[in-house]
């Protein structure tokens, strides 16, 4: 009969230890550990001493590093160097959302100490310039070129020189790997660059301001306009909940443009009948909602009416 | 014989059989490797000592869909699917039951599910205090009161303003 007798003995030192009352973390939880954000990797080293020691030895949970909301805006320097430091030199990659605490000499000695670094994705970091980045990936792209993507969305003074710089030091797109378009909707829904694969770096020359911005594509497969509306989006307005350009525009209370279409559909305040976009939409009941501005007037006039 | 040649049978810790399709068993990389060792043998059963009979059913019940939809949708909307089936099935799965579940696909060394299971616990554990941490999951605190001090001054700037739910 076949069996599996090699791995028995340790599995039954597992099962024993499993056994053991409550009190020490469940062996799954060392598991999930390479699964946390960095956020959560330093709650579970204060959580306790075997947990501790476990992430103190371990590199591989370190080796993705992913800062963003809400941690970004308190993320100080020497947190990141620190945080950097626990991978040990093989950082794989390091994506910092908006944290503009971070400067040029930061960045540069994590890639110096980390050159293995495969992505690197650092939008809305405005302590950081072009030349800085030109820098990194510079020297990313000497020591092993493994260097896949970057992003760089919302940093200031990007110059189509730049932008060209940069991609000579990546990688070209290989065969069956091929840019991909963006849509702004799904822009919209995950900031996180963990969603968004298969693209070199994020921005590109618009095509019709000729700026170095993000270039969103139409989600229509063929627009309605018959134009070419590839653009940015201060050249193309665009529905904030599908992603097409919008020519008829629908106003929301959280100031988001969407289109006609899913401007009808959106579930609408019972004072003003706006609606929220589904992203600053709060969850509600099927009986509606008082948005915002309607509920602070209506608190406004309470007071005013009691006085 | 085709028919009996593509099924195998787990045995749970309990003693309790499963037939499974190959197919879906494949993807444990365990039952895989045991079954090439003993390449040409007439028996199909494969004991998993350590793994409990209702663990052993919701691996098989998750693996079965994957290769279902993965038929299915050959053409495309495989992945979306999958998240939909994947939602449904982590919900039926208390917290005791998700934590010993991924002891047994690690044993069983099933990567697609290894990473739902662990990418689970991490919500659970998402935007959480040190205190829910320990309280969620029956954690006792083992720091001295001065280590665990120190440990917080280190990590200070990244607790400024959170909440403690």
């Known amino acids: 009969m076949a069996t599996i007798d090699s791995h028995l003995s340790s599995d039954e030192e597992t099962k024993n230890r499993e056994a053991e009352p409550t009190g020490s973390p469940h062996d799954a939880l060392f598991f999930v550990l390479a699964y946390l954000p960095v956020y959560e990797l330093l709650v579970m080293s204060e959580v306790c001493v075997s947990l501790r020691e476990a992430l103190k030895n371990d590199v591989l949970p370190?080796?993705?590093?992913c800062v963003e909301r809400p941690l970004n805006s308190r993320l100080s320097i020497?947190?990141?160097l620190e945080i950097a430091s626990r991978a040990n030199g093989r950082l794989k990659s390091l994506s910092?959302?908006?944290?503009?605490?971070i400067t040029d000499d930061e960045l540069q000695r994590i890639v110096d100490e980390n050159p293995i670094i495969r992505k690197l994705h650092v939008p809305g970091c405005t302590g950081l310039t072009p030349e800085g980045i030109i820098r990194a990936v510079k020297t990313l792209s000497q020591h092993h070129g493994n260097l896949e993507s970057i992003q760089i969305n919302g940093l200031f003074g990007v110059e189509k020189e730049h932008l060209e710089t940069l991609c000579s030091y990546l990688q070209p797109y290989s065969a069956n790997q091929q840019k991909q378009p963006i849509f702004y909707h799904q822009y919209r829904s995950f900031q996180t660059s963990r969603n968004k694969e298969g693209r070199r770096i994020d921005v590109e020359v618009c095509p019709i301001c000729s700026q170095v911005r993000m270039v969103f594509s139409c989600s229509r497969?063929?627009?309605?306009?018959?134009?070419?509306c590839r653009g940015c989006n201060f050249c193309i307005l665009r529905c904030a909940e599908c992603g097409v350009c919008v020519g008829e525009i629908g106003e929301t209370i959280c100031a988001d443009i969407v289109c006609l279409n899913c401007w009808l559909h959106l579930p609408k305040c019972n004072f003003c009948n706006e609606p929220y976009c589904n992203q600053h939409l709060s969850p509600c009941s099927s009986t509606g909602f008082v948005c915002d501005v309607c509920d602070m007037k209506a608190v406004k006039f309470i007071n005013d009416v009691s006085d | 014989m085709a028919s009996t040649d593509d099924k195998v049978i787990l045995k749970s810790s309990e003693g309790e059989c499963f037939e499974v399709d190959m197919a879906v068993a494949s993807h444990l990389q365990i039952v895989k490797s045991v079954l090439e060792d003993c390449e040409g043998s007439s028996d199909k059963v494969v004991?998993?000592?350590?793994?409990e009979a209702k663990y052993v059913a919701m691996i098989i019940e998750y693996y079965?869909?994957?290769v279902e939809l993965k038929e299915k949708h050959e053409e495309?909307?495989?992945?979306?699917?999958l998240k939909e089936f994947e939602k449904q099935f982590l919900e039926q799965i208390d917290k005791k039951e998700l934590k010993g579940l991924v002891m047994a696909v690690n044993y069983l060394n099933a990567p697609a599910l290894f990473d739902v299971v662990c990418t689970a616990i991490a919500k659970h554990i998402e935007n959480k205090s040190v205190e829910y941490v320990r309280e969620y999951f029956g954690i006792v605190n083992d720091f001295t009161a001065e280590e665990e001090a120190q440990i917080r001054e280190e990590h200070r700037w990244a607790y400024d303003g959170v909440n403690d739910d």
Do not use: A, P
């Open chain 2, 64 to 66: 079965k869909n994957y």
């Open chain 1, 96 to 101: 910092l959302v908006n944290c503009g605490k």
């Open chain 1, 78 to 80: 020497e947190g990141l």
């Open chain 1, 221 to 228: 497969e063929t627009c309605e306009k018959k134009i070419d």
């Open chain 1, 62 to 65: 370190w080796q993705n590093i």
């Open chain 2, 76 to 81: 495309g909307g495989f992945e979306e699917k």
């Open chain 2, 47 to 51: 004991s998993l000592f350590i793994v």
